[in-house]
């Protein structure tokens, strides 16, 4: 079976797509695009091979049609904890960048109470880490900056309304070490993480191991196909994910899509990709929007799917994805409440800028 990867390479964030050769998605990833497209690119490809794996492990193990129920919700508990522990290894990760930073810029007393403050952030970070990371609470953003960001400013408030470190010099930590931290690379292998978070899921759920369900898991994951990703395309998808499915061809878009690493043919721009897609899954489309994270696309279509005109908005972010997602949770609300409260307004504002920050 021959599968295929989408990369899109966007502004604000990096988005990446398995399919098999059935036209169905079987794998998805996303993180922060920040400034590093290489690491960006790297850790959505990983993020979607991951995922590609684990819906080829369900499929080999018969859970899809549900004649394995107790195997599937090992897989369902699986999967979720494979998740949680890479969110507390990067966790681990920020506090060291975090106490080195401090060490590095402070002595004495000083650094002894910036110490005290962060073991109290980190500590509260760790023992709600569950409760953070959790797949229920990450609906709300898969983006461990954003999950983190948040809890972090709350305690670094409490702490710096204390004697010791000010509010600014913990925050100022902290942005400093978050940039190495968000896009973290895992280099360990994915049967050797599976294996690990095997016996973590196993320890807190015992009784999904039953029916020979874990001795399941473990000879599915042996004869996993993990594929080198050659391929006579010359996709370099060891370049996107070093443990890559063998892949029949890719394709990338985005507003970074010349800094991926595919010949000039698989690259194509998203205004083309989203007509053809649009008409592809509705043939009947005709105009296609695009709420991105930095603009906002209103294309024109004709009965192919091809690209007639297409207008673009003058105001980076204005009424964008990720400015949006921002301002809801700034309002503690679903991003869907945003359209109905909107509708509710008096006045129209005029961005004054080119920029809405």
């Known amino acids: 079976m021959g599968y295929y990867l989408g ?22 990833g996303i993180t922060n695009t920040r400034s590093n497209y290489k690491v960006a690119t790297r850790v959505a ?8 794996r684990f819906y080829l492990l369900r499929r080999q193990a018969g859970t899809e049609d549900g004649s ?14 494979f998740g949680y522990l890479q969110q507390v290894d990067k966790l681990k990760s920020l506090k060291e960048n975090c106490f080195q930073l401090s060490e590095g810029t402070k002595t004495g007393p000083r650094l002894d109470e910036t110490r005290a403050a962060l073991e109290s952030i980190f500590q509260a970070l760790e023992e709600r880490s569950l409760q953070l990371f959790s797949t229920e609470s990450m609906e709300r953003s898969q983006f461990f900056r954003d999950i983190v960001g948040s809890e972090f400013l709350r305690l670094a408030d409490s702490e ?31 049967q050797e993480r599976v294996i690990d978070t095997l016996e973590f899921t196993l320890s807190r759920e015992p009784e999904l191991a039953g029916d020979g369900a874990a001795e399941k898991v473990k000879e599915l994951m042996n004869n996993l196909d993990n594929g080198s990703g050659e391929s ?10 070093p443990e890559g499915l063998p892949l029949e061809n890719t394709v990338g878009t985005g507003y970074g899509r010349q800094r991926l690493p595919f010949r000039k043919d698989q690259i194509r721009s998203e205004i083309l990709c989203h007509g053809l897609g649009a008409h ?5 489309t005709r105009t296609v929007l695009d709420i ?55 006045r129209t504002v005029r961005i004054n800028s080119t920029c809405t920050v």
């Open 232 to 241: 006579s395309h010359d996709n370099h998808v060891g370049e996107i994910s």
């Open 160 to 190: 710096g309304r204390a004697e010791g470190p000010s509010f600014e010099e913990l925050m100022g930590i902290y942005d400093k070490s978050i940039i190495k931290v968000e896009n973290q690379i895992r280099e360990s292998g994915f």
């Open 68 to 81: 394995s129920a107790g195997l599937g919700e090992l897989f369902d508990a699986l999967e979720a904890d």
């Open 280 to 284: 592809y899954m509705f043939p009947d």
């Open 7 to 28: 990369i899109d390479l966007g502004s604000t964030t990096t988005k990446a797509v398995v399919m098999d050769d059935r036209e169905q998605m079987i794998g998805r």
């Open 45 to 52: 490809g990983d993020e979607a091979m991951n995922n590609a």
């Open 292 to 346: 991105g994270g930095q603009d906002t696309k209103a294309i024109q279509v004709d009965e192919h799917g091809i690209v007639k005109s297409f207008q673009m908005n003058d105001r980076c972010a204005a009424g964008c994805g990720r400015y949006l997602g921002y301002i809801a949770d700034e309002l503690n609300i679903g991003l869907h409440e945003l359209g109905p409260l909107s509708l509710n307004s008096t």
